[in-house]
Nanobody
């Protein structure tokens, strides 16, 4: 069974930065594509960013391009989501998810999910 654990959420003022971390257990970390998703109150969960198993392929939602950066350190079994220039509309529960690596990195079909970490951006 694969466990996914997020950390790094918190309260920050608009314009500030946060870095989320995600680690997994139960599968070889370097064999997993990793994605970050978020869900704001009253809204559906949406894709934020994804990174392929080797880190060579990355995807970003349009609303976070240029502000968020996803990276990974397979030696530490950790994926990071650096969030800069945060806006109040970035407030949400952020989820990390993993899936067995595939040829093409996509925004869907992630199998393993964490419990989420709250990010709150004040005006």
């Amino acid at each position: 069974q694969v466990q996914v654990i997020e950390s790094g959420g918190g309260l920050v003022q608009a314009g500030g930065s946060l870095r989320l971390s995600c680690t997994t257990s139960g599968r070889i970390f370097s064999s997993l594509d990793i994605g970050w998703f978020r869900q704001a109150p009253g809204k559906e969960r949406e894709f934020v960013a994804g990174i392929s198993w080797g880190g060579d392929s990355k995807l970003y939602a349009d609303g976070v391009k240029g502000r968020f950066t996803i990276s990974r350190d397979n030696s530490k079994s950790t994926v990071f989501l650096r969030m800069d220039s945060l806006k109040p509309e970035d407030t949400a529960v952020y989820y990390c998810a993993g899936r067995s690596s595939r040829i093409v990195l996509t925004t869907t079909n992630y199998d393993y999910w964490g419990q989420g970490t709250q990010v709150t951006v004040s005006p």
